[in-house]
């Protein structure tokens, strides 16, 4: 038999697990309105932040403060206003509309005349010429001619760039730019880049606000447009993104709605 403080000890005791299980489960317990848990890691998933214990701090603060509204909504029995209750009515509305609409759009998905449309469009931007070429840049130009200087006597062009270029990004790889545009570089570059044939070097220094560079045409291209299905995911998200196109698509859904109902 137990004595009576061995069973007021057991009975606190299991209090206290109780407690501890219920915190366990809950995020908070508001106005003794329990939070689960589970509302908590929701929230701090869908704010794209990594999960560590400030963000849950702050997730749980906005539990905290959207619970204290909705107990206090109900105490001052604002939600039996007429107002309130139309406009709770007209949000309820508006995010179904948006469901039902982003639901038939991703189910009827986008017509393949859009796409081709679409395409075209962009397929006419790919115009002009690209450049395969490889530069050195110097801060001085005596530098840069005397680079030129060994070049012409059969130095190697990578090697230098390797050594000597200032730029970073392309000196690692003796000075490769890799494919450019020439509306993509600073103009001083661009117009001394054009006049090389395959395989040439400038034999003047060219100077920007970069520096001193010595380029070297390695090839040349006419631009080429990717293809239609390379292009598809870029051509759906831009189609879909467009007002105009969810204005027609959205009509096209209540047509068809209105094709099936019977309204009298």
């Known amino acids: 038999m137990f004595t009576k403080h061995q ?22 317990i508001v106005n003794g309105k329990s939070i689960p848990k589970a509302q908590l890691d929701k929230l701090v998933q869908r704010s794209g932040q990594p999960d560590n214990p400030q963000v849950r701090d702050q997730a749980r603060e906005m539990l905290v403060t959207r619970e204290l509204i909705l107990q206090e909504a109900d105490k001052r029995g604002v939600i039996q206003k007429e107002a309130v209750r139309e406009q709770l009515e007209q949000a309820r509305i508006g995010v179904l509309v948006s469901a039902v609409f982003e639901d038939f759009v991703e189910k009827e998905g986008v017509a393949e005349s859009d796409l081709k449309a679409a395409y075209e469009s962009i397929k006419a931007q790919y115009t002009g010429k690209e450049y395969h070429v490889e530069h050195i840049l110097v801060e001085k130009e005596s530098d840069a001619k005397a680079i030129i200087a060994q070049l012409k006597a059969g130095a190697n062009f990578e090697e230098i760039a390797k050594a000597k270029s200032m730029d970073p990004g392309s000196a690692k790889n003796g000075g490769d730019l890799g494919w ?15 006049q090389l044939k395959n395989g040439q070097i400038t034999d003047k220094p060219v100077k920007s606000q970069f520096g001193w560079h010595i380029i070297k045409m390695i090839d040349s291209r006419d631009v080429k447009a990717p293809s239609m299905e390379e ?34």
Not at 8 to 19: C, D, G, M, R, V
Not at 180 to 194: G, Q
Not at 234 to 247: A, E, G
Not at 251 to 261: I, V
């Open 7 to 28: 069973l007021l000890s057991i009975s606190l005791l299991s209090a206290s697990l109780l407690t501890s299980g219920a915190y366990a489960q809950n995020a908070v």
């Open 180 to 194: 450019v545009s020439d509306k993509a570089l600073v103009p001083e570059f661009s117009k001394a880049m054009v």
């Open 231 to 264: 292009m598809k995911d870029q051509l759906k998200q831009m189609i879909m993104s467009d007002k105009n196109w969810q204005k027609a698509k959205f009509a096209e859904m209540m047509q068809k709605l209105r094709a099936k109902a019977k309204v009298q």
